[in-house]
């Protein structure tokens, strides 16, 4: 094994980027990204703590549930979740934040870096309801960059091909909870049977 150790090193083996590249680079939302917000169910934001350990966590609900405030800020809602909150904690240690916004069917993908704060505003959080319930709190994201990535990954994994899907991967937390002697054997199933009835009734 070779450790590559320079930045001299590393662009000998990826190469340089043409600069026409770095000038879909924009430091506000366009229209088009707004769009593809505004069309995106499922976005990944990315955080890191005073560890210096970043995290990433899904955040999605039904298209735009991302709300687009101004040309430079991002809302996003906080729902029911399992309390660990590892990402509102780090926000709080760091307010740097990155998130790749996704759109089912379409390659490309959207990137925003910023700088996240919390809110708890009331009339907000009540405006951003869902299935019910506002909000529990919000994550305002101040955009510093924000650009799209282009569709290769998706097309190497041929993501949206649905005649490449595998059967799904049933996760067991009850196991998972197991492993660390935290559950007996017997309860397993009682556990994730719960966990089954709160993703109908409590999301």
């Given at each position: 094994?070779?450790?590559?150790?320079?930045?001299?090193?590393?662009?000998?083996?990826?190469?340089t980027?043409?600069?026409?590249v770095?000038r879909?680079?924009?430091?506000?939302?366009?229209?088009?990204?707004?769009?593809?917000?505004?069309?995106?169910p499922?976005?990944?934001?990315?955080?890191?703590?005073?560890?210096?350990?970043?995290?990433?966590?899904?955040?999605?609900d039904?298209?735009?549930?991302?709300?687009?405030?101004?040309?430079?800020?991002?809302?996003?809602?906080?729902?029911?979740?399992?309390?660990?909150?590892?990402?509102?904690?780090n926000?709080?240690?760091?307010?740097?934040?990155?998130?790749?916004?996704?759109?089912p069917?379409?390659?490309?993908?959207?990137?925003?870096?910023?700088?996240?704060?919390?809110?708890?505003?009331?009339?907000?959080?009540e405006?951003?309801?869902?299935?019910?319930?506002?909000?529990?709190?919000?994550?305002?994201?101040?955009?510093?960059?924000?650009?799209?990535?282009?569709?290769?990954?998706?097309?190497?994994?041929?993501?949206w091909?649905s005649?490449?899907?595998?059967?799904?991967?049933?996760?067991?937390?009850?196991?998972?909870?197991?492993?660390?002697?935290?559950?007996?054997?017997?309860?397993?199933?009682a556990?994730?049977?719960?966990?089954?009835?709160?993703?109908?009734?409590?999301?």
């Amino acid at each position: 094994m070779a450790a590559i150790q320079s930045t001299q090193r590393l662009r000998e083996l990826i190469g340089t980027p043409n600069e026409l590249v770095r000038r879909k680079i924009h430091s506000r939302l366009n229209a088009v990204a707004k769009n593809f917000i505004a069309r995106s169910p499922m976005a990944f934001l990315a955080t890191c703590g005073s560890d210096n350990l970043p995290q990433v966590s899904p955040k999605g609900d039904a298209p735009g549930f991302v709300s687009i405030e101004d040309d430079n800020t991002l809302v996003i809602p906080e729902r029911k979740g399992n309390k660990l909150a590892f990402t509102l904690e780090n926000i709080l240690a760091n307010p740097k934040v990155a998130l790749i916004f996704v759109v089912p069917g379409t390659c490309e993908t959207l990137r925003v870096e910023g700088r996240a704060e919390l809110d708890d505003d009331a009339q907000r959080c009540e405006e951003l309801s869902a299935r019910g319930s506002a909000a529990l709190l919000l994550i305002r994201i101040k955009i510093d960059a924000v650009y799209f990535h282009c569709a290769k990954a998706f097309l190497r994994a041929e993501l949206w091909k649905s005649s490449t899907w595998t059967e799904a991967i049933e996760i067991s937390f009850g196991n998972e909870i197991a492993e660390h002697g935290a559950l007996d054997t017997q309860e397993i199933d009682a556990f994730d049977a719960a966990v089954r009835s709160r993703y109908k009734t409590d999301l």
